[in-house]
């Protein structure tokens, strides 16, 4: 059963345009979230992260929300550029337990901004 | 400072045949993790371990082994490999279990074919 699910596969912004990416998980005991970025034949590398206390987390052009009751979080892009084409991959964790720690990814959703 | 690295960038193996991948990081991080990267299955823990000396099962742990002698180096191996092990493996590394700054930074990635 998967925790972290990432709906659309796939998504196409314009450049300039806002970029949302989704996601939604089962697991209520999930209290930390995170957003990587993966370009081709590199490994992921981190974008940014939002803790359950806090609802909206802000860097730059990234913008991660997280909607508990939902169990949802959302990655905003403003604006998208070119260089954001990427696939993105949601993660989430919980700091206790015996798997402490341990990210559980969503199958990711690949994003493409056109000029 | 090279981050998490890992040897060798490609290899193609024979069914049966074993292999080790290294994985080693410069960050002195306490906890490292090994994924694999199927397409559309996004990124799925294989093992991971909290310290040195030490190693646990992730999710899909079967057909793989681990070690994790000296801090800096996580080696995973093949001891008779099949196609169904045909995958992008990604180490990964972080600093800190159990805090909210459970950012894991991940290598460039091995990519393994098993004919």
Redesign the interface.
């Known amino acids: 059963d998967q925790q972290v699910k990432q709906n659309s ?1 796939s998504l196409s912004v314009q450049e300039g345009r806002i970029s949302i990416l989704n996601c939604d998980y089962t697991n209520s005991m999930f ?2 979230f ?1 957003w ?1 970025k993966k370009y081709p ?6 974008l940014i ?1 939002i ?1 359950s206390i806090k609802d909206k987390n802000e860097d730059g052009r990234f913008t991660v929300f997280l909607n508990k009751s939902a169990k949802h979080l959302s990655l905003h892009i403003v604006p998208s550029q070119p260089g954001d084409s990427a696939v993105y ?1 949601c993660a989430a ?1 919980m ?2 337990g015996g798997s ?4 559980i ?4 959703t690949k994003l493409s901004v056109k000029p | 400072n090279a981050g998490v690295t890992q040897t060798p960038k490609f290899r193609v193996l024979k069914t049966g045949q074993s292999m080790t991948l290294l994985c080693a990081q410069d960050m002195n991080h306490e906890y490292m993790y090994w994924y694999r990267q199927d397409p559309g299955m996004g990124l799925r823990l294989i093992h991971y371990s909290v310290g040195e000396g030490t190693t646990a099962k992730g999710e899909v742990p079967d057909g793989y082994n681990v070690s994790r002698l000296k801090k800096q180096n996580f080696l995973l191996g093949l001891e008779s490999a099949a196609p169904s092990q045909t995958s992008v493996y990604f180490c990964a590394s972080s600093y800190h279990l159990r805090s909210s700054y459970n950012e894991q930074f991940f290598g460039p990635g091995t990519r393994l074919t098993v004919l």
């Open positions: 596969p209290d930390y995170l990587y034949a590199e490994g992921p590398t981190f992260s803790s991959f964790s700091n206790y402490q720690g341990n990210l990814f969503g199958k990711g």
